[in-house]
């Protein structure tokens, strides 16, 4: 019950930390310069699967499986991403020299998205081993480090662009609480079998870089979207409307963070329940009419009081589409759902299927944008829920489709 109270205290902690920062940060920077660190902060998990090939995957089924060296799994994790991490840099690099454009932010993202790859590798690692409280908190020094360091550096260098703040704070709070941090993580899996081979590390990548070469897709999905949106709004509207809709998100995603916190403690219950010789639903059944019941609660909720909070706590209400923020919290919402279910195929080793229909979606999106031709922030954030409603039914349609080919349901 402790245990349970703290994590849910460092993660509410964690959410509210840069959402009672956005008030101030408004306030310091201007609305273009936010939606500029808005696109680096989309770049950065948007590369983190590319850099990573998602084999995080292969260690969390280590930590359920206990049959595999986990220790080789890390090193082949780390290996691969920093291998990858340094081609692509090499190669935006060089095609800017060939096509000239502006690479800083992207190489600068690359490079951020290393760090962040091995930060959630801890994340996985903490939450599928039961210490849940230990990244917690780790998370929580993190969000507060970067918020400070971020106002610091301003201090220090007034004439900074705000994306480059943001960067220089995440990399060396990355690099920081890696450090500090690696030997913790060493520690809670040394009773495992810690042999480090390279013979090992070699038979980690050609076993699993298939299997988590396919959940790139559905793990790309949400972020390749959103460049997709914010691109658009950029390149097409202006980057003052760039920056409202990255506050709107910011809002969006501190309405979506409860049914994180719900995924994150019925995920690993699903995954084991699976694991077992036959899958019984109960488990899921229970996180599906939790999930329905908090997703109407918080649309209720915020369309009665959402403009006295918006008033009360940016002073900007008029700024801001009340509409707009409730159609990008249900994009969310379903977005994380969907991706739930696909990891939870995934963890439990049950398919290793690439899910080609997700493919659809990644021709489907800018095409309906360029089509559909936007103008404004609203129509903007419906056909992104349109989308997402698309990538939900395909995770239903394999999820369901996967289970019932492997077991029988118990009621």
């Not at 590798?121 to 039961?130: A, E, K, P």
């Not at 038979?203 to 559905?218: A, H």
């Not at 609660?297 to 909070?309: E, M």
Request: hydrophobic residues 55%; glycine residues 4%; positive net charge.
């Amino acid at each position: 019950m402790k245990s349970g109270f703290l994590f849910i205290a460092f993660e509410v902690l964690s959410q509210l930390v840069p959402f009672l920062v956005l008030p101030l940060m408004l306030s310091t920077f201007t609305i273009a310069d936010y939606g500029e660190m808005g696109l680096l902060l989309s770049f950065t998990p948007l590369f983190i699967p590319l850099v990573s090939l998602c084999l995080n995957q292969s260690v969390i089924r280590c930590i359920h499986s206990k049959s595999e060296n986990i220790m080789n799994s890390i090193v082949a994790f780390v290996s691969v991403s920093l291998f990858l991490t340094t081609i692509f840099i090499i190669t935006i690099n060089m095609a800017s020299v060939i096509i000239p454009f502006d690479s800083e932010m992207l190489s600068k993202s690359i490079l951020l998205s290393f760090f962040a790859s091995c930060f959630l590798l801890v994340r996985d690692i903490c939450i599928h081993s039961g210490n849940k409280i230990k990244y917690s908190l780790v998370f929580f020094v993190y969000i507060c480090a970067v918020n400070i360091s971020i106002f610091s550096l301003h201090h220090a260098f007034p004439d900074t662009k705000l994306w480059l703040l943001r960067f220089y704070a995440d990399l060396s709070i990355y690099i920081l609480i890696l450090s500090c941090f690696s030997y913790l993580i060493y520690a809670q899996i040394k009773d495992e079998s810690t042999d480090i081979s390279l013979n090992g590390v070699k038979l980690v990548i050609v076993k699993d870089l298939s299997f988590s070469v396919g959940t790139i897709p559905r793990v790309l999905i949400r972020w390749y979207r959103i460049i997709i949106e914010r691109q658009y709004i950029l390149l097409y509207i202006g980057p003052l409307v760039l920056g409202v809709f990255t506050v709107s998100g910011q809002i969006a995603n501190m309405l979506n963070f409860p049914f994180i916190l719900l995924s994150v403690y019925f995920s690993p219950l699903i995954v084991k329940n699976i694991n077992k010789e036959k899958f019984s639903c109960r488990f899921l059944k229970l996180y599906l009419w939790l999930t329905g019941i908090l997703f109407a609660t918080t649309l209720l909720a915020f369309y009665g009081f959402g403009d006295f909070f918006l008033h009360i706590y940016l002073n900007k209400k008029d700024s801001y589409d009340l509409g707009a923020i409730l159609l990008i919290y249900s994009s969310y919402f379903l977005i994380q759902l969907s991706n739930v279910l696909f990891a939870v195929l995934t963890q439990s080793g049950l398919s290793s299927k690439k899910f080609n229909s997700v493919y659809i979606l990644y021709f489907i999106t800018p095409f309906a944008f360029w089509l559909y031709l936007p103008n404004d922030i609203t129509s903007i954030s419906l056909l992104s829920l349109v989308l997402a409603l698309v990538y939900l039914l395909i995770a239903i349609y394999s999820f369901i489709k996967e289970i019932r080919t492997s077991y029988h349901f118990e009621e």
